[in-house]
């Protein structure tokens, strides 16, 4: 019996040690695909990337060329420009498909001629004319001009080659059609949610991340610049090494990654609470803009709308962020570590906005001789075209996003000092501990729809441009 016993626990043991070694081995098996997996999508989209970039530089070939080839005589210039000046005519117009057009200009052909119709009012026939006649600029060429500045960052010499037009005639038609953009599209596509639409946020941060009364994220993107001597000190960015010039934009997203809000033109060592109590969403805030009467409860108390920010931000009654962790995690309780992972998630909207923003118009990307006066126009025009193409469904190429994987600019993000919290606040942010401690427990007892509370609301219009 003894022996009979020892063989069922050396074959119990060795049954084990089996399985365990199959287990592992089928682990091993598991990463290498899927190493191997992530190794080959990552080599598709290097190639991908490195097939757009050939498309372009074979665009621009012709035109390189010609520039070689032509001498330095004073009308060699006008020569220049007009030999390429049907480029537009000849080659888009007339043989771009859908794929081309979404490649040059990083939207559709059906969005560009939206744009066109919208912005017409703004430009009226004799405004702009051509530097090689006296014929009129076409406004779907000026807006083309604009859109491939915008998308491609592309240098004003190389597109004074492409287009057949002189410097100063193409740097007027990003300024004017990026101005038309604020002036008719912002209106149209980004302004401050009115009661029915901040209803509509909240119902959806709700339903995605589970996160109650949450009308938009809101974050900081600097933006790189090439900035003169005179503004060096004032646009360095605040960071440790890197370092860097930009200026500064604050953007507050819905839930569709949308912006409802930018205020744009700080110097890139700006802290964020300090754009925030300079930014018109600071003023509707403090006015009562989020907090709707009746108010909306939580639990049985009253909560307003709420905003989700990150450490760089004070801690406001309608602006909460995460739980400091600088001091070891232990230190939080566990409903205290839920709440930081339930706030990161749905943070994650506005970093993803942003990626997308940098990846389809790459001046808010890439380093450029823009002067300073007019990075904070066209990062705003960047801004409504997002929302424009966002909203219309334009396709979005993956590639985009690796071109702008590593940024030039540093995007760093300091603490905001304790003294500038509310000490009130404090109150909400335990208030949303609890709730999402009984949320994990199956507790969370029902609250009232949001879109059937009718609440007055002071601000029904969009933030302005900040120039400061």
């Not at 993956?398 to 606040?425: F, G, I, K, T």
Request: glycine share 4%.
């Amino acid at each position: 019996m003894d022996k009979d016993k020892d063989k069922e626990e050396a074959l119990a043991r060795l049954k084990t040690r089996l399985m365990f070694t199959i287990k592992r081995r089928k682990e091993v098996i598991n990463n290498s695909i899927l190493e191997r997996r992530t190794a080959i999508h990552k080599q598709i989209r290097h190639r991908r990337y490195l097939y757009h970039k050939y498309e372009r530089m074979q665009m621009m070939a012709p035109l390189s060329l010609s520039h070689v080839s032509s001498s330095h005589s004073p009308c060699s210039e006008l020569s220049n420009n007009s030999s390429n000046a049907d480029w537009w005519e000849r080659v888009v117009l007339a043989e771009f498909g859908p794929q081309e057009w979404l490649q040059r200009f990083h939207v559709s052909k059906d969005t560009f001629y939206l744009l066109c119709n919208t912005l017409k009012p703004q430009f009226p026939q004799t405004s702009l004319l051509t530097s090689s006649s006296k014929l009129t600029l076409p406004l779907e060429k000026r807006v083309a001009v604009a859109l491939i500045r915008l998308a491609t960052n592309m240098d004003y010499s190389l597109l004074a080659e492409l287009f057949g037009e002189s410097i100063s005639t193409l740097s007027q038609c990003v300024r004017e059609v990026c101005d038309a953009i604020i002036m008719l599209l912002k209106p149209l596509y980004m302004h401050h949610p009115g009661v029915q639409e901040l209803a509509e946020n909240a119902r959806a941060f709700h339903m995605k991340w589970g996160f109650p009364h949450c009308v938009g994220v809101i974050d900081t993107l600097h933006i790189p610049v090439r900035s003169p001597p005179a503004h060096a000190r004032d646009c360095w960015s605040r960071t440790t090494r890197a370092g860097g010039h930009a200026v500064v934009m604050q953007g507050v997203v819905n839930a569709q990654g949308c912006f409802w809000d930018v205020c744009v033109g700080f110097p890139g060592g700006t802290e964020d609470s300090t754009i925030l109590q300079s930014s018109e969403l600071w003023i509707m805030a403090r006015d009562g803009g989020l907090s709707p009467q009746p108010p909306l409860l939580l639990m049985g108390q009253p909560v307003g709308y709420l905003l989700l920010g990150d450490e760089g931000y004070p801690l406001h009654n309608w602006l909460v962020k995460n739980y400091p962790v600088a001091s070891p995690p232990q230190q939080l309780t566990p409903p205290q570590l839920h709440y930081n992972a339930r706030l990161d998630s749905c943070r994650a909207v506005v970093e993803h906005a942003f990626r997308r923003l940098r990846a389809r118009w790459q001046c808010t990307h890439r380093r450029s001789e823009t002067h300073l006066e007019l990075v904070p126009m066209m990062a705003l025009a960047c801004c409504v075209l997002h929302n424009v193409c966002e909203m219309h469904g334009d396709p979005f190429r993956d590639e985009w996003l690796d071109e702008v994987r590593h940024p030039e600019c540093p995007q760093p993000s300091a603490p905001s000092p304790a003294y500038m919290d509310d000490p009130n606040a404090e109150q909400v942010r335990s208030l949303l501990c609890s709730y999402f401690q009984m949320q994990q427990q199956g507790k969370v007892p029902m609250e009232p729809d949001p879109l059937a509370v009718g609440v007055p609301f002071p601000h029904p219009y969009g933030g302005l441009l900040n120039m400061q």
